[in-house]
């Protein structure tokens, strides 16, 4: 029978290739794909690392430091399993008459042609997503999950039909595909 207290603290075992280390809130993760960084300045939690484990505990005894402290077990989970597998987003540029065309210039998207505007729509690349357009599609991968649909958001919107009916006006580039592993 588990009791209050032992609800309120989360262990979580560190997969294999992947190291943990914390420096106050700040917390280093390196993996097979690379090395990321997560902030718990503002995350109510207690975090220590011990011998291939993750202790969590809320700081609290409510529902919210509850619902706090799953947050930031999944926050884990997902930045470890990213840094072995990896995640791909995959986008459809959709377009009736005018093409539009994307472009990648260094930490910036550039959508040209939509709806036949002069000007392309530019748009930032969160983190370290690498952005490949391919034909009419667009691959995003990653090694953090947060960052890759942050990204993939961000495109969505900026291609996003104002003043029209969505219904008649498709255009736009738009999310067809999630999946874990970095495709190449």
């Known amino acids: 029978m588990s009791t209050k207290l ?3 603290q989360e262990v979580i075992e560190i997969p294999e290739g992947v190291n ?3 420096n106050k809130h700040m917390m280093e993760f390196q993996g097979p794909l690379g090395k990321t960084f997560k902030s718990f300045r503002k ?3 207690d975090i220590d ?3 291939g484990k993750v202790t969590l505990k809320a700081q609290g005894k409510r529902k919210r430091d509850y619902s706090i402290l799953h947050t930031s077990r999944s926050l884990i989970n997902n930045i470890c399993e990213g840094l072995t597998e990896g995640y791909t987003i995959k986008m459809k540029v959709v377009y009736a008459h005018f093409p539009i065309t994307v472009k990648v210039q260094d930490k910036t998207i550039l959508i040209e042609n939509f709806q036949g505007e002069r000007a392309p729509r530019t ?3 969160v983190g370290n997503t690498k952005v490949i357009p391919k034909g009419e599609d667009v691959i995003l991968t990653g090694e953090v999950l947060t960052d890759v649909t ?3 958001a961000n ?3 900026k291609t996003k039909v104002k003043n029209k009916d969505h219904r008649v006006f498709l255009d736009g580039i738009y999310i ?3 999946k874990k592993g970095i495709e190449k």
């Open 49 to 51: 690392v011990n011998d």
């Open 20 to 22: 943990i280390t914390i």
């Open 6 to 8: 032992d609800e309120f």
């Open 123 to 125: 748009t930032r690349v």
């Open 176 to 178: 067809y595909e999630k």
């Open 43 to 45: 995350i109510p939690v």
């Open 150 to 152: 942050q990204t993939a």
């Open 155 to 157: 495109i969505e919107l």
